[in-house]
């Protein structure tokens, strides 16, 4: 998972998290949990994309953008090396992870 400041980038949103599921289903969960989270929060209304596929789910949390992948469709569109993130430093702590 990474977090991406987007500062300064972009006006659609603040901050953007990038992170990977196993599976199509194990998106959708993700994806439902996380507004279930925000809703419990007190959060505004959340926009999902993307459930019906499960590849990529997009949940727009208004100021947050989250983009849950499936690992190769991660890998195909690199959304990382699209807004510049370094990613060597994510690399090391998945390793480490493993």
Same mark, same amino acid.
């Given at each position: 998972?990474?977090?991406?400041? $987007? /500062?300064?980038?972009? $006006?659609?949103?603040?901050?953007?998290? =990038?992170?990977? *599921?196993?599976?199509?289903? /194990? =998106?959708?969960? =993700?994806?439902?949990? $996380?507004?279930?989270? +925000?809703?419990?929060?007190?959060? *505004?209304?959340?926009?999902?994309?993307?459930?019906?596929? *499960?590849?990529?789910?997009?949940?727009?949390?208004?100021?947050?953008? +989250?983009?849950?992948?499936?690992?190769?469709?991660?890998?195909?569109?690199?959304?990382?090396?699209?807004?510049?993130?370094?990613?060597?430093? /994510?690399?090391?702590?998945?390793?480490?992870?493993?």
């Amino acid at each position: 998972m990474v977090s991406i400041d $987007l /500062h300064g980038k972009t $006006l659609f949103a603040d901050n953007m998290v =990038i992170a990977t *599921g196993r599976s199509a289903r /194990h =998106i959708g969960s =993700i994806a439902s949990h $996380l507004v279930e989270k +925000v809703k419990k929060a007190g959060g *505004g209304p959340c926009h999902v994309e993307g459930l019906a596929q *499960g590849d990529w789910v997009l949940v727009d949390v208004g100021d947050v953008v +989250v983009h849950l992948f499936r690992p190769e469709v991660r890998e195909f569109y690199n959304l990382e090396k699209m807004w510049s993130v370094d990613m060597s430093a /994510h690399n090391l702590a998945e390793r480490a992870a493993i």
